[in-house]
């Protein structure tokens, strides 16, 4: 017995010291270069699991562990947590290439503060190791500064730790190739996300042709903050798929695993909308305008032509400071003023009667010299402002229930219920913003959109990339 018990003791030793002997040799392998040309990077796995083993094949068991399979190929993890990662996944594209130019504008569009608090991981995600080196190369010659300062990452998943990619079920009555692509594509985006998980507080998601308008992340920054303590799993800054789609951190690890384990099932923007959904957030909250514009003109399945745009987007969208909304109106419902400010999908619905001297006011938090205001009333042609003035102040006094812009200076009058001023010439900074109603009307009003630009915005300068 005992010699018997020395044998098994011996043998278990032995598959203990091979089986780590293995994986020792396989990270050495992982942390060897793959792509020759660029010696100046550290090619390693970043393992952001606890797991210490490769992932098994299994789908299930392999969900546990997403990260081990995904090595850096270029850039430097900081060990500060940023505000935002910005991730995007990219492939081989039949026709034109977008990856590049979406980086550009990422970066061009936000300033040095905005990308201090900023990382976009990029997942090379394509299986032809020759497309992988001469993208990476491009990103190293283009994007270096970016890189070296821990804002830019690139990575990339190796093909054996996908799981099967062929003879998948065909909801939806796909072609097995439409199949491939999605279900391929749901595991490129599981590997992003869980590698992204611990980099920042948010992480939001791009596709790899998309313009991006000016100070996203401010705006972003905004929204987060207008949403209070009020619960949310998703936030969408474009109506178009998945992109614009912004999450927690702490959200990923789950969403990664939601990904590969329903990989085959259905396109990724229904898995992210079934994702909200299954954490309690029934309705998707949009805020307008979007900030995300699709630009690519191939799809990167099989190159045919996509007209896709989203016609909510601006290429610099508004500043709106942070202010309180006041107004003398009778709200109906829920339809309360913060949501003509607010540049989500509300609006402001007021009652009858309204009354010549009824106002609606925007008192800054802080003084703010006005650029450019934009007012737009009624929906659709109706329940339109009809008449009334735009005025500016530089003091906010309260009296009783009532609230008054002070030291005022009219800018202008609605016509036909819009109001637009661009290049707006004042001395001095104001404190109010107040449309000031000049004629009873019997209808009721909706007020859809209040925009306010600054003008310290206009000074910032665009950073190199």
Request: aromatic residues 10%; hydrophobic residues 40%; glycine residues 6%.
């Amino acid at each position: 017995m005992r010699c018997h018990f020395k044998r098994a003791v011996q043998t278990v030793v032995s598959l203990i010291i091979l089986t780590s002997a293995y994986i020792f040799i396989r990270r050495a392998q992982w942390t060897e270069p793959m792509f020759q040309e660029v010696r100046w990077i550290k090619y390693s796995t970043v393992p952001l699991n606890s797991s210490r083993e490769a992932c098994p094949q299994d789908t299930v068991k392999n969900s546990l562990c997403l990260s081990i399979s995904v090595r850096l190929l270029a850039g430097t993890i900081l060990s500060e947590q940023r505000f935002l990662t910005v991730g995007l996944s990219s492939v081989k594209r039949k026709k034109e290439s977008y990856l590049l130019s979406t980086l550009n504008s990422i970066f061009s569009q936000s300033s040095e503060k905005e990308l201090s608090q900023m990382v976009v991981v990029v997942l090379l995600a394509d299986f032809d190791s020759g497309w992988v080196q001469e993208t990476l190369n491009n990103i190293v010659q283009q994007f270096s500064t970016r890189l070296s300062q821990g804002q830019l990452l690139v990575i990339h998943a190796d093909q054996e730790f996908y799981p099967p990619l062929t003879g998948l079920k065909r909801n939806f009555n796909d072609a097995p190739d439409r199949v491939t692509f999605r279900s391929k594509q749901n595991v490129d985006y599981a590997f992003l996300v869980d590698f992204s998980a611990g980099l920042s507080q948010y992480y939001i998601m791009l596709e790899d042709d998309v313009d991006c308008s000016k100070g996203f992340l401010t705006s972003i920054h905004g929204h987060i903050k207008s949403q209070g303590s009020s619960p949310w799993v998703t936030l969408e800054f474009s109506k178009l798929g998945y992109i614009g789609k912004l999450y927690r951190s702490m959200d990923l690890p789950q969403l990664a695993q939601f990904l590969y384990l329903f990989y085959q099932e259905m396109p990724c923007d229904f898995l992210l909308s079934h994702f909200r959904t299954l954490l309690m957030q029934d309705k998707s909250i949009r805020f307008r305008p979007s900030l995300f514009q699709h630009t690519g003109t191939y799809s990167s399945f099989q190159g045919t032509h996509n007209r896709l745009k989203d016609d909510d987007f601006q290429q610099d969208p508004a500043d709106n400071p942070p202010a309180d909304i006041h107004t003398d109106i009778k709200v109906f419902e829920k339809h309360s003023p913060d949501e003509a400010y607010s540049q989500g999908a509300g609006y402001f619905w007021g009652m009858v009667p309204i009354k010549k001297g009824n106002y609606f006011l925007i008192a800054f938090h802080e003084p703010v010299v006005l650029f450019h205001i934009l007012i737009q009333t009624g929906l659709d042609g109706k329940d339109l402002l009809d008449s009334a003035d735009v005025e500016v102040g530089d003091m906010v006094l309260k009296t009783g229930s009532r609230v008054e812009c002070s030291g005022n200076h009219i800018l202008g009058s609605l016509q036909e219920g819009q109001f637009e001023q661009k290049h707006v010439k004042l001395n001095n900074p104001v404190l109010c913003l107040r449309i000031r109603v000049t004629a009873d009307q019997s209808n009721w009003v909706i007020i859809k959109n209040i925009q306010v630009w600054t003008a310290e915005k206009k000074g910032e300068k665009s950073p190199t990339v």
